[in-house]
């Protein structure tokens, strides 16, 4: 069964360092999307992607990320400066159409520790 | 966006069926429900969803109550790997799905 698969799977940086999640959805979708889940909480939604642009974001996603589908394959989350905040383990999504009926996939998830 | 109700925290015994409730009592005529679980130190995954009738398939079966105000995720025969939050979303036509979720109902699974 095709899958979402994310690297590298535990990334720990220091604070003021950039960081940069990469994701490799399915390849046929075209939606894409990253969460995060701080340890212990819940799963935040931060993006969605659909056609080369950003279609939706949370207030989390602030100036200091962005988002990138570099090559039609990979989907990348920068963090520009990080902070200890950051840390939390970041899940990128994907699925095909976008609408209420579709099945959402989810990666293993990057953890990231920010020191 | 249309509010779900979970209970915290459920346990079961292995091989027994589990059912998981939610209330949704705000629902509108065009949210779908979705089930989708996270199993420990993993990303959560799609189970099952629904929008007026009930539902089954290879994972769970879905009972979607008449009124719509809730529904229940039925897994037959709890297993070990069946231990996980368990998340009721409602998604609907708008906002290109994405998926906001809840604390959701940790399921114990007893051996």
């Known amino acids: 069964e095709p899958e979402v698969t994310q690297t590298p799977s535990h990334q720990v940086t220091q604070m003021g360092q950039e960081v940069i999640l990469r994701c490799v959805p399915i390849?046929?979708?075209?939606?894409f999307y990253w969460y995060r889940q701080i340890l212990g909480q819940k799963v935040e939604f931060l993006v969605s992607f659909y056609n080369n642009e950003i279609s939706e974001k949370s207030e989390i996603f602030d100036d200091q990320f962005s988002v990138e589908r570099p090559d039609g394959s990979n989907f990348t989350l920068k963090i520009r400066s990080t902070k200890l905040e950051d840390s939390a383990m970041y899940f990128c999504?994907?699925?095909?159409?976008?609408?209420?009926?579709?099945?959402?996939?989810f990666g293993p998830g990057t953890r990231l520790t920010v020191l | 966006d249309a509010k779900t109700t979970q209970p915290n925290s459920m346990e079961s015994n292995e091989e027994e069926p589990v059912h998981l409730p939610c209330n949704h009592s705000?629902?509108?005529?065009?949210?779908?429900i979705h089930w989708y679980r996270q199993l420990p130190s993993q990303g959560p995954e799609y189970v099952i969803h629904g929008l007026t009738s009930n539902v089954n398939n290879r994972m769970a079966s879905l009972a979607i109550a008449e009124d719509r105000k809730s529904s229940t995720l039925i897994l037959h025969r709890a297993t070990l790997r069946d231990a996980a939050v368990y998340y009721c979303i409602l998604l609907n036509s708008g906002g290109y799905q994405k998926v906001t979720f809840g604390t959701g109902t940790k399921l114990q699974v007893i051996p």
């Open positions: 705000t629902i509108s005529g065009t949210d779908y």
């Open positions: 999504a994907s699925c095909d159409s976008g609408g209420p009926t579709d099945t959402q996939y």
């Open positions: 390849s046929n979708h075209l939606y």
